[in-house]
């Protein structure tokens, strides 16, 4: 069975920056994707940043130049670099992995959940 544990979240000042991580564990074969995407309250689930493995990263235009997204591959590990945060960026954010367990056998998995509230 594969896991998603994340970790960074917490409470930051305006202007501040914090760094997540979700780390993909359990029988991985590939990685297609890992992202991010986040949920504040009263909204819609919205995709914040998605790396697909070797070859592009896309992230939500509200986002962009203040965010980054990589991936250890080593690790199966994605990370969120966020700098410049806004109240607005205050939300849970979940992590999510498209992998195989086995060859062509692609799933989507999610992490739990991490907090980040951006608040003076």
Do not use: H
Request: hydrophobic share 35%; aromatic share 10%; proline share 3%.
């Amino acid at each position: 069975q594969v896991q998603l544990v994340e970790s960074g979240g917490g409470l930051v000042q305006p202007g501040g920056s914090l760094r997540l991580s979700c780390a993909a564990s359990g029988r991985i074969f590939s990685i297609y994707a890992m992202g991010w995407y986040r949920q504040a309250p009263g909204k819609q689930r919205e995709l914040v940043a998605i790396n697909i493995t070797s070859r592009s990263t896309n992230y939500a235009d509200s986002v962009k130049g203040r965010f980054t997204i990589s991936i250890d591959n080593a690790k199966n590990t994605v990370y969120l670099q966020m700098a410049s945060l806004k109240p607005e960026d205050t939300a849970v954010y979940y992590c999510y992995a498209t992998l195989g367990a086995t060859p062509g056998a692609y799933k989507t998995y999610w992490g739990q959940g991490t907090q980040v509230t951006v608040s003076s």
